[in-house]
T-cell receptor, first 113, second 113 residues
Framework: KAGVTQTPRYLIKTRGQQVTLSCSPISGHRSVSWYQQTPGQGLQFLFEYFSETQRNKGNFPGRFSGRQFSNSRSEMNVSTLELGDSALYLC????????????FGQGTRLTVV | AQSVTQPDIHITVSEGASLELRCNYSYGATPYLFWYVQSPGQGLQLLLKYFSGDTLVQGIKGFEAEFKRSQSSFNLRKPSVHWSDAAEYFCAVGDDSSYKLIFGSGTRLLVRP
């Protein structure tokens, strides 16, 4: 059974640009969550989607957005990139019921220069 | 407020020695508890989880953890550490309605030959 797939693995962008990251969950999983990991702030929750609906959102500015497609694949977008957006972005998939057990992808390393 | 505390930023043990990583949580609801491991530049791998029932849970790679409600703790243990266990370990807590995990700040494990 394939795991969670995140693409691309690495990205370098310039301040002010926008970026889109992609996540394909484990087959049969309907919930996708996104987390940002930085050395200073650790692992922080961005948002969670289930059946194309955002059910929860973390404390991030509106520049961070996401969506989920009917096949459960998810994308997150960051507009007007800032240096502080440099981070490892992790996607997690789960079944989506009351069980919060989450399986993580390898992450996308975003560097903003 | 909900929080997870991992009081040890770094721990160094000798190969073959026993290991205990501490985790304390503050959570209003009945928590679901997890331990994840992360190698450099990689995603998070689920080691074990506690939902209910037996308070001593077994995980992969020979790890176990014990849930102690009275102490709000979920410490991770391993009787004999291998060099390949060197990584960062994260404790996390979730529930069945918030659709997110709250992570501790992590403990970096170093293994001496």
């Amino acid at each position: 059974k394939a795991g969670v797939t995140q693409t691309p693995r690495y990205l370098i962008k310039t301040r002010g640009q926008q970026v889109t990251l992609s996540c394909s969950p484990i087959s049969g999983h309907r919930s996708v969550s996104w987390y940002q990991q930085t050395p200073g702030q650790g692992l922080q929750f961005l948002f969670e989607y289930f059946s194309e609906t955002q059910r929860n959102k973390g404390n991030f500015p509106g520049r961070f957005s996401g969506r989920q497609f009917s096949n459960s694949r998810s994308e997150m977008n960051v507009s007007t990139l800032e240096l502080g957006d440099s981070a490892l972005y992790l996607c997690a998939s789960s079944l989506g019921g009351t069980n919060p057990e989450a399986f993580f992808g390898q992450g996308t390393r975003l560097t903003v220069v | 407020a909900q929080s997870v505390t991992q009081p040890d930023i770094h721990i160094t043990v000798s190969e073959g020695a026993s290991l205990e990583l501490r985790c304390n949580y503050s959570y209003g609801a009945t928590p679901y508890l997890f331990w994840y491991v992360q190698s450099p530049g990689q995603g998070l791998q689920l080691l074990l989880k506690y939902f209910s029932g037996d308070t001593l849970v077994q995980g992969i790679k020979g790890f176990e953890a014990e849930f102690k409600r009275s102490q709000s703790s979920f410490n991770l243990r391993k009787p004999s550490v291998h060099w390949s266990d060197a990584a960062e370990y994260f404790c996390a807590v979730g529930d069945d309605s918030s659709y997110k995990l709250i992570f501790g700040s992590g403990t970096r494990l170093l293994v001496r030959p």
